[in-house]
């Protein structure tokens, strides 16, 4: 089968924003990431990040965007969903599905909120739909790490708050090597999604999602917390929720079944 992998980016307001693509089906699929993002960007990544959506390849082609590279002050969540649109509309994409995880999960409320002649189907993976005291408390304290340059710290408090124990005991083996993974040269890309975090609030307006929508959660989420995604259920019309009983804000890394999951909302 051939992948069809390809590293691209589309130029927007004197900067860029990086995407990976892969398959070749008529259908489109976006896909946000959280707020790793941040820390690395999709640039390059193509090969990487295909083999997990081979199952889509003949019906869809996946892209998987990053924010665009130069985040002015005061970015917010709602700004990102409308370079997403602008993006979407200068690559000629007119209708798609849309996933999003954890931030890009807020980012995608945003969109099919605002742009919703652009958003077929939405799949919100292990979000919320405004700041709650957990998601303050975490992204403050990565944000204080990240200032101090303490990235060993980071990146260990965001693996404690994703994965589950069972998960945690062979991963916490790589803890003396954390300092250097996902290091970037500097933290302003962090900074501008963190705080753009802070700063959101979709609650209100989630009766304006009108598209079929799939929620996806982990009952043990220490990053967004589980209600969360109950919250977001409640407000969006139809909308379907499913939970990992066992799992956490990782569960799209660690349930084995969770692209097929997806998949099969996405053709029913």
């Known amino acids: 089968m051939s992948w069809n992998a390809k590293n691209g ?20 699929l ?14 390059g990544k193509a090969l990487l990040l295909a083999g997990a959506y081979t199952k889509y390849f003949n019906d869809y082609t996946v892209y998987m965007f990053s924010r665009k590279n130069d985040m002015p002050e005061g ?8 370079d997403q ?13 849309v996933m999003g995880v954890s931030q890009g999960g807020m980012i995608v409320q945003f969109l099919a909120i605002d742009y919703p002649e652009l958003v077929e189907k939405l799949i919100i993976t292990v979000s919320a739909p405004r700041v ?33 124990e069972k998960y945690l005991k062979a991963y916490r083996k790589a803890y003396p090597l954390m300092g250097f993974v996902g290091k970037p040269r500097n933290y302003n890309r962090f900074f501008a999604n ?12 989630l009766d304006k999602i009108v598209c079929p929508t799939y929620i996806i959660a982990g009952e043990e989420d220490k990053t967004v917390g ?29 349930a084995k079944d ?3 999951r997806v998949y099969d909302f996405l053709v029913k």
């Open 9 to 28: 980016s589309v130029k927007i307001d004197n900067t860029e924003m990086y995407y990976v693509s892969f398959g070749h089906g008529s259908k489109n």
């Open 30 to 43: 976006i896909v946000l990431p959280g707020l790793s993002d941040g820390l690395l960007t999709v640039k």
């Open 75 to 82: 970015y917010s969540i709602r700004d990102m969903a409308a």
């Open 85 to 97: 649109a602008k993006t979407l509309q200068a690559l000629g994409i007119t209708k798609t599905s």
């Open 132 to 164: 709650n005291e957990m998601i303050h408390g975490n992204v403050s304290s990565w944000i204080e790490m990240a200032r101090r340059g303490d990235h060993k710290s980071l990146m260990i408090d965001v693996a404690e708050k994703g994965y589950s």
């Open 194 to 205: 963190a705080n753009a975090i802070l700063a959101f609030d979709a609650y209100d307006e």
């Open 226 to 254: 589980i209600d969360a995604s109950y919250e977001m259920k409640e407000r969006i019309k139809d909308s379907e929720l499913y939970v990992y009983e066992e799992l956490g804000h990782a569960a799209y890394e660690e």
């Open 258 to 260: 969770f692209y097929g």
